[in-house]
């Protein structure tokens, strides 16, 4: 665990992050507006996006199945909820309120397994809907020198669920780690497409420092706009090492909500930290209870995929994959293929080294397992050097076809062990002088004997079987 700029003997980090994922469903969360991203500014509207007067809710119940799905991916309890309304002036809210839930939030108390192993506990995942877009026009897009604003209401009213972390997390590595895999359930679950670039997936990120061995936390703050992963690690390195900067010289930190800027690589305070008793939350009187029916709730269990960390399992205890293998394999969904690759009956370890090394390429998911299988055993039962196999892989990749021919058109045809015999054998006696050098154990000489073989046999020999050779040969 690295945090640069912090000294970590004597600091402790502490991060909790909060996530708003836009899901994804046909309609906004309490009408039947599109949700769609983008189209002209203002078209994605109805009566009620508007706050018109008599508009009422109806609540999106595929918005509710998607945010069940998320909270039991997220091993949270699924509770009777209220939506509450939270007050304030919103230029691109025209209801003048947001709809939220607050003290009973569907989905609480779960947990998210990282890569890693690690268990970062979640605080609860409710549903609230968004707000629109406003465009800041002259001054630079900031809105204290901007000659006018432009509101888009498109996006007001789009349904969101605000995952809330606790603040379980210790180092940028940790929370990257955190918000993509939970961005990888969020997509399995079919709740979500993650994408950050196009804000379907948002990061607020709370950051606090203590002295290492404290209990309890320091003064957090939180940091918005934060719109990759990479900007994510920078906006914490940056803030825990001013808040260490600020209680070293004597001072202390403020709690606020502080903004990312991606340019000068610092945050700002944007605003002082509003209590939750500044937004006046009250139920909204226009919508009922929302208590889901347990029968509903296990129908949604059932059908859940199976999740990320569940099938990095299945690598680890059926393939013996270690834990970063797994991780990546699963990342570029490419365990499917792995375990019936298997199941075809190559080797486990040569399979997943393959997987691991030579499939980057995203077409290497649709590899036909009969295939990859065969050319793992070509491999090993020494047809196929080592990189002769990688050459044969990548063809497969790119046009499918069977190993065996494909080796054949190389003209990476089986070397006989008698001819490579043979051929050493030779070279030994044609350079006396090289071969001294070897079994004197002047081990750059290898290289010489084992180029020479290459270039009679034009890369057949496997360099590995080469050495192997004029090891027993030295005595
Ligand atoms: P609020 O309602 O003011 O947003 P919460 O208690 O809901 O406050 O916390 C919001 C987020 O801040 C959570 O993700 C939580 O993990 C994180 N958090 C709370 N305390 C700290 C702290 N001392 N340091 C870092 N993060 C924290
Ligand atoms: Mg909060």
Not at 142 to 163: K, T
Not at 229 to 252: H, K, N
Not at 450 to 470: F, I, P, R, S, Y
């Amino acid at each position: 665990m690295t945090v640069a700029g912090v000294d970590e003997e004597r600091w402790e980090v502490v991060i909790g992050l909060e996530v708003h994922a836009e899901l994804s469903t046909r309609t906004k969360l309490f009408s039947a507006a599109t949700n769609e991203f983008g189209g002209e500014p203002n078209t994605h509207i109805d009566a009620l996006t508007l706050g018109l007067p008599g508009s009422l809710p109806v609540l999106n119940e595929h918005a509710v199945e998607l945010a069940i799905r998320v909270g039991l991916a997220l091993n949270c309890e699924v509770r009777r909820s209220v939506f509450a309304r939270k007050n304030y002036f919103y230029p691109d809210q025209p209801k003048n309120y947001q709809i939220s839930q607050f003290d009973l939030p569907i989905n609480a108390e779960g947990w998210l397994e990282l890569p890693s192993g690690q268990i970062a506990g979640i605080e609860r995942a409710h549903l609230e809907e968004d707000t629109g877009k406003s465009t800041h026009v002259g001054g630079g897009g900031r809105i204290h020198d901007a000659q006018y604003s432009l509101v888009d209401l498109n996006r007001a009213g789009v349904p969101l669920l605000e995952i809330v972390g606790k603040p379980d997390l210790r180092s940028p590595d940790e929370a990257r780690a955190y918000v993509s895999e939970l961005r990888a359930v969020l997509v399995a679950v079919g709740a979500s497409d993650g994408k950050m670039e196009e804000g379907s997936m948002r990061v607020d990120c709370n950051v606090s420092v203590r002295p290492r061995g404290a209990e309890e936390f320091g003064t957090r703050c939180e940091i918005k706009n934060i719109n990759s992963l990479r900007s994510l690690g920078r906006a914490i390195e940056y803030e825990a090492a001013r808040q260490v900067d600020l209680i070293t010289a004597g001072d202390r930190v403020v709690q606020e909500t502080r903004h990312w800027n991606e340019e000068d690589g610092r945050t700002h305070t944007l605003r002082s930290k509003e209590g939750a008793d500044d937004y006046r939350y009250f139920p909204d009187p226009d919508l009922v209870v929302l208590d889901p029916d347990p029968e509903w709730i296990e129908r949604v269990r059932a059908a859940l995929p199976p999740l990320p960390a569940a099938r990095r399992a299945v690598l680890v205890d059926r393939l013996g994959a270690t834990r970063e293998q797994a991780a990546l394999l699963v990342e570029r969904e490419l365990d499917a293929l792995c375990l019936a690759t298997v199941e075809a009956g190559a080797e486990p370890v040569r399979t997943l080294t393959h997987a691991e090394h030579n499939l980057s390429d995203d077409r290497a998911r649709d590899l036909d397992p009969a295939a990859f299988a065969s050319l793992v055993s070509m491999e090993l039962d020494g047809e196929l050097t080592a990189t002769q196999a990688k050459t044969v892989l990548a063809e497969l990749v790119e046009h499918g076809g069977d190993p065996v021919a494909i080796a054949a058109d190389k003209g990476f045809e089986a070397m006989d062990s008698s001819e490579l015999d043979s051929l050493v054998d030779g070279l030994i006696a044609d350079h006396p002088d090289e071969w001294q050098r070897f079994c004197e154990g002047d081990g750059k000489i290898t290289g010489f004997f084992v180029g020479k073989v290459m270039k009679a046999t034009q890369g057949k020999a496997d360099g590995k079987v080469v050495t192997g050779l004029l090891n027993a040969r030295k005595g």
